[in-house]
């Protein structure tokens, strides 16, 4: 059972803008934990997208931006385009479980 | 190049054993955090355990006891036994490098993301 909530699944037209929001708590992303996402392409592996809730390492495109506020982070990913067609994951730091959390991840469809 | 290869996964009878490697290049595992993270078929992603670069450990209460994290320096790869194998285990394993220091704006953050990830490594617990 994972303690960050994500929307099952969120779906766009090309060139649109999509926003994924992941909840917690104040032992997780409310206690002042950073929020990472990840981005996963059918059959492989997790890639990093945004870490530090809104940098985007080397090779990430802009159009893919990160917040957070309070207990919650959103990733958002304007000029939707078909190739980011994917499963998409929060993560953070739990204090009271002692270890990373992973959100309940986002399919994301373009139409 | 940063990479990591998993390797050593397979069908393994419930109760049985399995070891799994994950060899790195591009960069030292033992002055790094190195996680394992699993993801069981048609599942989310779940944090496994972490070995970090003081050698201290740390696991999720589903593996606690029955998985052991390890590295050996000299061949660069961190392992991972796992005992009393359960069919929940079964899951697709990947090994991941947990990153707390933004080279980027020259500091520390409060918790790690993990990147790179390998490509990962399929178990299947199963009579």
């Known amino acids: 059972q994972s303690v960050l909530t994500q929307p099952p699944s969120v779906s766009g037209a090309p060139g649109q803008r999509v926003t994924i929001s992941c909840t917690g708590s104040?032992?997780?992303?409310?206690?002042?934990?950073?929020v990472h996402w990840y981005q996963q392409l059918p059959g492989t592996a997790p890639k990093l997208l945004i870490y530090g809730n809104s940098n985007r390492p080397s090779g990430v495109p802009d159009r893919f931006s990160g917040s957070k506020s309070g207990t919650s982070a959103s990733l958002a990913i304007t000029g939707l385009q078909a190739e980011d067609e994917a499963d998409y994951y929060c993560?953070?730091?739990?204090?009271?479980?002692?270890?990373?959390?992973f959100g309940t991840g986002t399919k994301v469809t373009v139409l | 190049e940063v990479q990591l290869v998993e390797s050593g996964g397979g069908l393994v009878q419930p109760g049985g054993s399995l070891r799994l490697s994950c060899a790195a290049s591009?960069?030292?595992?033992?002055?790094?955090?190195m996680s394992w993270v699993r993801q069981a078929p048609g599942k989310g992603l779940e944090w496994v355990s972490v070995i970090y670069s003081s050698g201290n450990t740390n696991y999720a209460d589903s593996v606690k006891g029955r998985f052991t994290i390890s590295r050996d320096n000299s061949k660069n790869t961190v392992y991972v036994q796992m005992n009393s194998l359960r069919v929940e285990d079964t899951a697709v394993y990947y090994c991941?490098?947990?990153?707390?220091?933004?080279?980027?704006?020259?500091?520390?953050?409060?918790?790690?993301?993990?990147?790179?990830w390998g490509q990962g490594t399929l178990v299947t617990v199963s009579s």
């Open positions: 991941a490098r947990e990153q707390i220091y933004d080279y980027v704006w020259g500091s520390y953050r409060p918790n790690g993301w993990f990147d790179p």
């Open positions: 591009g960069f030292t595992v033992s002055t790094n955090y």
């Open positions: 104040s032992s997780n992303i409310g206690a002042t934990y950073d």
């Open positions: 993560q953070s730091y739990d204090n009271s479980l002692s270890k990373s959390v």
